[in-house]
T-cell receptor, first 113, second 111 residues
Framework: DQQVKQNSPSLSVQEGRISILNCDYT??????FLWYKKYPAEGPTFLIS?????DKNEDGRFTVFLNKSAKHLSLHIVPSQPGDSAVYFC????????????FGTGTRLKVLA | DGGITQSPKYLFRKEGQNVTLSCEQN?????MYWYRQDPGQGLRLIYY???????QKGDIAEGYSVSREKKESFPLTVTSAQKNPTAFYLC??????????FGPGTRLTVL
């Protein structure tokens, strides 16, 4: 049972345009969410987080939106740059529970110059 | 210079052998984790530890073992019971449920 889903395995975007990566979850107890960026043969790098008490969090070019009623979050990258080409993972956790996160399967973003 | 180190970067194992992957952190984090990544797949949790001398099984613990004798160290042993051990292994640490910081990974190949 996949509790965190990233239904788009890949996405191509033109440089300078907006990239939107989506993530859906099924467990309504999840209340803390993370986004990571990963290059091949490297460990993931933390990008941005959001708590369920918010519906938006911004950090520079990265913005995460959370829609609790739809159990959906999205990561917006504006403007997209070629260096953003990587695999992006979302992860979810129950903050009051264990420290365990459930990761999605990832979306490969390719930013075209 | 704080961070997480994993060694070795590449590891080759013959079938039937046990092998231990090292993970060390100097971030003073309480929790540590081991994940496995296979091509085209996400990160699957093998084991995690929230405090020293305590650890819990993740989703795919069969064929693996861990120890947490020190806060800084969380080695993972891939035993001969693991049927398909070839994969990319990632170690992470966190302070509580906050964001996890990952090491550079170890690629294990069974010959």
């Amino acid at each position: 049972d996949q509790q965190v889903k990233q239904n788009s395995p890949s996405l191509s975007v033109q440089e300078g345009r907006i990239s939107i990566l989506n993530c859906d979850y099924t467990n309504s107890m999840f209340d803390y969410f993370l986004w990571y960026k990963k290059y091949p043969a490297e460990g993931p790098t933390f990008l941005i987080s959001i708590s369920s008490i918010k519906d938006k969090n911004e950090d520079g070019r990265f913005t995460v939106f959370l829609n609790k009623s739809a159990k959906h979050l999205s990561l917006h990258i504006v403007p997209s740059q070629p260096g953003d080409s990587a695999v992006y993972f979302c992860a979810a956790s129950v903050a009051s529970g264990t420290y365990k996160y459930i990761f999605g399967t990832g979306t490969r973003l390719k930013v075209l110059a | 210079d704080g961070g997480i180190t994993q060694s070795p970067k590449y590891l080759f194992r013959k079938e039937g052998q046990n092998v231990t992957l090292s993970c060390e952190q100097n971030l003073n984090h309480d929790a540590m984790y081991w994940y496995r990544q296979d091509p085209g797949q996400g990160l699957r949790l093998i084991y995690y530890s929230q405090i020293v001398n305590d650890f819990q099984k993740g989703d795919i613990a069969e064929g693996y073992s861990v120890s947490r004798e020190k806060k800084e160290s969380f080695p993972l042993t891939v035993t001969s019971a693991q049927k398909n051990p070839t994969a990319f292994y990632l170690c992470a640490s966190s302070m509580g449920y906050n964001e996890q910081f990952f090491g550079p990974g170890t690629r294990l190949t069974v010959l």
